[in-house]
């Protein structure tokens, strides 16, 4: 592998998070609990979205292929995808989606906080963009998670059973490839040091909820190694039916 | 002296409202207004506020399979746009005297309409260019025209909501022109879509002015400025020429240029049907009620607890 398909590779694991992450949040249009949370989630959607888009953009010319970010959402299947498994996950109630983004998102404003110092300019550029974003995003899930926290006995109770079933998709977001060793002197972060920072500041806003850290030792994994579970391949079956039915038709 | 004692304060309030009225003047919420003013405004402002929050149902039906990314976030932000015109409308509605919980009550209880429109499905992806063109189309020569209705927090959120609208148009239009455009499948999607939408959207100006009772009060009153038949009849005139030039047909064999006065007459429109969609007999009347009544009771948990938060603060300071 040369360093410029370890970086196309690399980058397709964020816009593939990305694209999926905004897909399932799309879902919540015209189902949130209140009308501002409607709006609130199909805006983190849309953040994602472009975030998916300009990843997509800059990881192109690296792969040095001619395909477009059309071709790269709606033309890849399920063994294609390399995002991290917790994107996939269903939504569940409002309490899980909002697991979903705060702890994703923690992750994200590491990532991107560490490729903003990079020497590599649109890995540089990237982190830079993305950042001010993945940070109200992290600001609008940890303030729901917080009131609901300490809201009702069912709201606590339910986010409680949030943070254990989600839970399960965290270590994922720590497993590297050899992408991450070729690219080592240009992301600017070291995984085991970051999986420290993120615990740290997940344990503690846990804390100030009212709960402490799951037990549970069981972990699923393999987002970027293109082993995904069973959940994205209907997501993408719907994303891309109309591509996939017409395949000459331009929208 | 005696006359000032005798008259009824609401004499002389109602002589101040209607020389507002006469001054094209605005009604603020803190004037006094004739009870059934009130009432026919708060009942049109709700109505129109559930109507764009309806309306997120049928776009939302095609969010997931968009077929790029940018037809993803146009449409996303578009209905994004409806739910904000929807936020929008329920605070100016508020200023009534009633508020969202009990306008979506009424709403639930199906004692507050919306746009029947949103009664029809969107069946394939050309639907979705249908209705931003022709459905928002219809929606914005209505908006325009109540910009200068005469209660003020009401006319005021036309103005912002139009300035929103003609994207929403455009976006639905530019649809329809890429698929006119595409292979035959695409085209007949399109002609499908237009056949199924046309009429529906020329019903949404409501009934002829003829058979239409209320309207008369409403112009009096300034809350409504033109009436069913002049609205339609500059929609109309103005879409026709549009779908021509993407070559769409307008699915009325009796439709007719008159030259002299430059615009269209069309056949009869299908009364029958508007009034059984109105009355609850849509193809989508109980789905999109089920669907506004189960995700609003599976929202109950969130706003309990964050009115439980709420409290808990208030207590703790
Ligand atoms: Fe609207
Ligand atoms: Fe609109």
Redesign the pocket.
């Known amino acids: 592998m040369t360093t410029d398909q370890a970086r196309y590779q690399y980058l397709l694991r964020f816009a593939d998070t990305s694209l999926v992450m905004a897909q399932r949040l799309a879902e919540w249009c015209s189902r949130g609990p209140i009308l501002e949370e409607d709006l609130a989630l199909t805006n983190i959607s849309l953040d994602y979205f472009g975030q998916a888009e300009a990843f997509y953009n800059t990881a192109i010319p690296f792969g040095g292929k001619q395909e477009t970010a059309d071709d790269l959402a709606f033309r890849r299947s399920e063994r294609e995808y390399f995002n991290f498994l917790i994107a996939e996950a269903d939504n569940g109630d409002y309490a899980r989606t909002m697991m979903k983004i705060y702890l994703l998102s923690v992750y994200l404003e590491k990532i991107y906080t560490a490729l903003s110092t990079s020497s590599q300019p649109e890995l540089n550029m990237l982190g830079v963009k993305s950042l001010k974003e993945i940070m109200y995003h992290k600001r609008h899930s940890s303030a729901w998670l917080f009131r609901l926290a300490h809201g009702t006995a069912e709201s606590a109770s339910r986010v409680q059973q949030a943070l254990q079933d989600v839970w399960s998709y965290t270590d994922d977001l720590f497993s590297t490839d050899v992408c991450d060793e070729l690219l080592s002197g240009e992301l600017n972060y070291e995984i085991t040091a970051m999986k420290h920072v993120w615990l740290a500041e997940v344990e503690e806003f846990m804390k100030q909820c009212g709960f402490v850290l799951p037990q549970t030792t069981y972990q699923i994994q393999g987002g970027i190694k293109q082993m995904h579970t069973e959940a994205l391949g209907h997501v993408l079956c719907e994303m891309q039916y109309l591509q996939r039915a017409y395949p000459n038709a331009k929208w | 002296m005696e006359d000032i004692l005798t008259t009824p304060i609401s004499q002389t309030a109602l002589a101040h409202f209607e020389a507002r009225l006469q001054n094209d003047e605005k009604i603020e919420p803190k004037d006094w207004m004739p009870e059934a003013y009130r009432k026919t405004v708060l009942r049109q402002m709700m109505q129109h506020a559930h109507s764009?929050v309806i309306?997120m149902q049928p776009e939302g039906n095609w969010v997931l399979r968009a077929p790029s990314l940018r037809a993803k976030k146009i449409l996303l932000a578009?209905i994004q746009?409806?739910g904000g015109?929807g936020l929008y409308l329920y605070s100016a509605a508020e200023t009534l005297g009633m508020d969202r919980t009990e306008m979506i009550q009424l709403l639930h209880e199906q004692k507050a309409k919306y746009s029947s429109i949103f009664n029809y499905p969107a069946l394939t992806w050309a639907d979705i260019g249908a209705i931003?063109w022709l459905?928002?189309g219809a929606?914005?020569v209505n908006q325009v025209s109540l910009q200068r209705t005469s209660y003020g927090p009401y006319a005021r959120a036309m103005v912002r909501?139009c300035k929103?609208?003609s994207?929403?148009?455009r976006q639905g239009y530019e649809i329809m022109a890429t698929m006119m455009k595409g292979t035959p499948e695409q085209q007949a999607m399109a002609q499908d879509a237009m056949n199924r939408w046309w009429w529906p959207s020329l019903m949404m100006f409501g009934p002829h002015d003829a058979d239409s009772p209320h309207t008369e009060q409403s112009m009096e009153w300034k809350i409504k400025r033109e009436s069913n038949d002049r609205l339609r009849q500059k929609f109309i005139d103005k879409t026709i020429d549009q779908a021509y030039v993407i070559g769409l047909t307008i699915p009325d064999k009796d439709l007719k240029f008159n030259e002299e006065t430059k615009s269209y007459s069309i056949g009869p429109i299908n009364w029958d049907e508007f009034w059984s969609v109105v009355k609850g007999n849509g193809p989508c009347n109980k789905q999109r009620m089920t669907h506004h009544i189960k995700y609003h009771e599976e929202g109950r948990w969130v706003r309990e607890a964050l009115e439980a938060f709420a409290k808990k603060q208030i207590e703790m300071n």
């Open positions: 764009e309306g578009k746009d409806e015109h931003g459905v928002d929606a914005i909501i929103e609208e994207f929403h148009q």
